[in-house]
T-cell receptor
Framework: GAGVSQSPRYKVAKRGQDVALRCDPI?????LFWYQQALGQGPEFLTY????????KSGLPSDRFFAERPEGSVSTLKIQRTQQEDSAVYLC??????????????FGPGTRLTVL | AQKVTQAQTEISVVEKEDVTLDCVYE???????LFWYKQPPSGELVFLIR??????QNEISGRYSWNFQKSTSSFNFTITASQVVDSAVYFC?????????????FGKGITLSVRP
């Protein structure tokens, strides 16, 4: 079946621009996660949704970062007034549930954001 | 707070050699999950294995094997008879078992290069 998809795969933005990154999770997956991966580092948690509810946004680095999942399926990560330190790969992952035996997260290919 | 340490940063081996990737974790939780993911040059994180904290039985899957030792908080990964296709960055990750949010805490990753 289809895996997690993300678009665009690459995004170049000028400092100060707003960007929107899209994630299509595996069909039927309840849980959706966003991670940020800086160059040469491991992914770091940004935010988590269970269906349409955003249950944890503790990893969002500033109020310029905003995520939504209005219908409990596709999710969008928005970054306002981008800055150079926002340059990273943004990874989306989904799982059937969260916690317990079916919570293995499957990742998309990521969106590489470069802020000039 | 949870923490995953992958002390090795880069490993280079010749094809057919065995190689072990180390992972040490810290958590105050009594139940938790441990994971290994592979990130090839294409960038997508590929799930390899998940272990829960109350099952210390080692696991073998083809050329891959995992050694979980709770006493030393380690979850090491061995590739037997390595192949060029094994070249990738490998991440160890940890999540807690309870609650609605099974966000992952990743190590910094180990870059494995297998030379022909």
């Amino acid at each position: 079946g289809a895996g997690v998809s993300q678009s665009p795969r690459y995004k170049v933005a000028k400092r100060g621009q707003d960007v929107a990154l899209r994630c299509d999770p595996i069909s039927g997956h309840v849980s959706l996660f966003w991670y940020q991966q800086a160059l040469g580092q491991g992914p770091e948690f940004l935010t988590y949704f269970q269906n349409e509810a955003q249950l944890d946004k503790s990893g969002l680095p500033s109020d310029r970062f905003f995520a939504e999942r209005p219908e409990g399926s596709v999710s969008t990560l928005k970054i306002q007034r981008t800055q150079q330190e926002d340059s990273a790969v943004y990874l989306c992952a989904s799982s059937w549930t969260s916690g317990g035996a079916t919570d293995t997260q499957y990742f998309g290919p990521g969106t590489r954001l470069t802020v000039l | 707070a949870q923490k995953v340490t992958q002390a090795q940063t880069e490993i280079s081996v010749v094809e057919k050699e065995d190689v072990t990737l180390d992972c040490v974790y810290e958590t105050r939780d009594t139940t938790y999950y441990l994971f290994w993911y592979k990130q090839p040059p294409s960038g997508e994180l590929v799930f390899l294995i998940r272990r829960n904290s109350f099952d210390e039985q080692n696991e073998i899957s083809g050329r891959y094997s995992w050694n979980f030792q709770k006493s030393t908080s380690s979850f090491n990964f061995t590739i037997t008879a390595s192949q060029v296709v094994d070249s990738a960055v490998y991440f160890c990750a940890l999540s807690d078992y309870t609650g609605a949010n099974s966000k992952l805490t990743f190590g910094k990753g180990i870059t494995l290069s297998v030379r022909p």
